[in-house]
T-cell receptor, first 115, second 110 residues
Framework: KAGVTQTPRYLIKTRGQQVTLSCSPI?????VSWYQQTPGQGLQFLFE???????NKGNFPGRFSGRQFSNSRSEMNVSTLELGDSALYLC??????????????FGEGSRLTVL | QQPVQSPQAVILREGEDAVINCSSS?????VHWYRQKHGEAPVFLMI?????EQKGHDKISASFNEKKQQSSLYLTASQLSYSGTYFC???????????FGPGTSLSVIP
């Protein structure tokens, strides 16, 4: 079956602009999480959605927001971009919110460069 | 709070063993291990639950000491394909988000 699909894969923006990233989870998966990956920082948790509701949120400023649609697809938005927002943004889906197996399936990410 | 991983990086020759450690200052419900190869998405290796047993598949296994809030990933007889960055993730409850450590870079050379 198809994996997690993230679009766009690469994008370049300038400071002050905004960006929207999209994530299509594996069919049947209802939970979507977003992570920011930068060198040396590892994977920083942004937010987690389940059934269109934000269930968990990380320690990022309000410029970072997200949502989930009824078909489980998710989008994240970053407004007023800063140079430090340059990163790989990873989306991960899982079958349910709390699962003993807990496996997250990651997409290949959207690489954002802010100039 | 982000778990701590050690070492930050390790270089092995094929066939050697390695241990990667993960620790948290908070009580944990579960520990999750992932491997990310260069330019690829992280891939799930295994999960260890509080009260669970040591897990493993092939030559990679892990343990979870819930009293010390520590987990260790054991790679035996390493292969070139083991190269990558290993992340441990932790959850405080079953409904918590997974918080990942900074990663351990592992390079296996011939």
């Amino acid at each position: 079956k198809a994996g997690v699909t993230q679009t766009p894969r690469y994008l370049i923006k300038t400071r002050g602009q905004q960006v929207t990233l999209s994530c299509s989870p594996i069919s049947g998966h209802r939970s979507v999480s977003w992570y920011q990956q930068t060198p040396g920082q590892g994977l920083q948790f942004l937010f987690e959605y389940f059934s269109e509701t934000q269930r968990n949120k990380g320690n990022f400023p309000g410029r970072f927001s997200g949502r989930q649609f009824s078909n489980s697809r998710s989008e994240m938005n970053v407004s007023t971009l800063e140079l430090g927002d340059s990163a790989l943004y990873l989306c991960a889906s899982s079958l349910r919110l709390a699962v003993s197996t807990g496996e997250l399936f990651f997409g290949e990410g959207s690489r954002l460069t802010v100039l | 709070q982000q778990p701590v991983q050690s070492p930050q990086a390790v270089i092995l020759r094929e066939g050697e063993d390695a241990v990667i450690n993960c620790s948290s200052s908070k009580a944990l419900y579960s520990v999750h291990w992932y491997r990310q190869k260069h330019g690829e998405a992280p891939v799930f290796l295994m999960i260890l639950l509080k009260g669970g047993e040591q897990k493993g598949h092939d030559k990679i296994s892990a343990s979870f000491n819930e009293k010390k809030q520590q987990s260790s990933l054991y790679l035996t007889a390493s292969q070139l394909s083991y190269s990558g960055t290993y992340f441990c993730g932790t959850k405080k409850t079953s409904y918590d988000k997974v918080i990942f450590g900074p990663g351990t870079s592992l390079s296996v050379i011939p």
